[in-house]
């Protein structure tokens, strides 16, 4: 087996473990055994003291100076961002139209890596990212006949998620993986305290079914962590990286039998739209990364 196959099925299995992620945590707390602001909180902590404790067995530090410094600082408003609104869409949004519209991120990274870190373009990678946006267009119906108000949690999800994978870009090299994910789960707790100011709802202990989904859903994100980062360090980036969008094939099988969910036709060609889009931009991406990083031969 080569280091692209191997590397193609750990993206599988990440996008596997996020998929189950996201479906234990709507089920958790759609069906009011949790908040979606206790059950952000909680799975927060969950990943905090991980990711803690494999630095202090790694013994690599756990407080930098870097993390209240430009791009993390950054780095760190948009993962608040991303989080709340990706906790309430999957709490209120069909996980359906959630995972259809976070598929959009690459597209969104693509962008703002045009406009904010000055990364060549090309335009049919313009044109791409214009399909990908009809597609979520598609799925928003932004008509008043069409228009489900749940959805915009789902896209100011990915836009903060977008905006954490494009300052993670330009976050400093010395800063590991495992740091990160120190910083990025206080985020995700810093985010369940924000959506608990405005539950109306008085506070409850969650229910032992929750809890026990919830802890489902951070083993899952974990294994998923795993996978991506092992994914990403075994193939070529351009090989692994569009089996990414197994995440929207597998929720949507979930979305069908665990949630009773059907997706109309006009869901299912915008979510196509998006998809086909971003595996286009980012094998567009892989090609021009190594002709780039190719050796000239001298004259």
Do not use: C, H
């Amino acid at each position: 087996m080569n280091d692209n196959l191997r590397g193609s099925l750990f993206m599988v299995l990440a996008m596997l473990g996020f998929a189950v992620e996201d479906a234990f945590f709507k089920a958790a707390t759609a069906t009011g055994g949790v908040s979606a602001g206790l059950g952000t909180i909680l799975f927060g902590t969950f990943g905090t003291a991980f990711f803690l404790l494999y630095a202090l067995w790694t013994r690599e530090p756990i407080l930098r100076r870097a993390y209240i410094e430009g791009p993390l600082l950054i780095r760190s408003a948009f993962e608040i961002l991303g989080r709340l609104f990706f906790a309430l869409s999957l709490a209120f949004a069909p996980l359906s139209t959630t995972s259809s519209i976070l598929q959009a991120a690459p597209l969104v990274v693509t962008l703002g890596a045009a406009l904010v870190l000055k990364e060549k373009v090309g335009p049919r990678r313009w044109v791409a990212m214009m399909i990908g946006f009809a597609g979520v267009l598609m799925i928003l119906r932004p008509t008043p006949s069409g228009f489900d108000a749940t959805a915009i949690f789902a896209v100011l999800g990915m836009i903060g998620f977008a905006g954490r994978d494009l300052m993670t870009r330009a976050s400093p090299p010395e800063v590991s993986a495992t740091q990160l994910g120190i910083l990025g789960f206080l985020m995700v707790f810093i985010a369940g305290v924000v959506i608990t100011l405005f539950e109306t709802a008085p506070p409850s202990a969650p229910t032992i079914p929750a809890l026990s989904l919830l802890l489902g859903t951070g083993l899952a994100g974990l294994v998923g962590y795993s996978a991506l980062t092992k994914s990403m360090r075994t193939g070529e980036v351009s090989v692994v990286a569009p089996f990414r969008y197994a995440r929207l094939l597998i929720a949507l099988v979930f979305a069908f039998v665990l949630f009773g969910e059907r997706p109309d036709a006009v869901t299912l060609i915008g979510a196509a739209l998006i998809v086909g889009s971003g595996v286009y931009t980012l094998m567009r991406s892989g090609r021009k990364d190594r002709a780039g990083s190719a050796p000239r031969s001298g004259v």
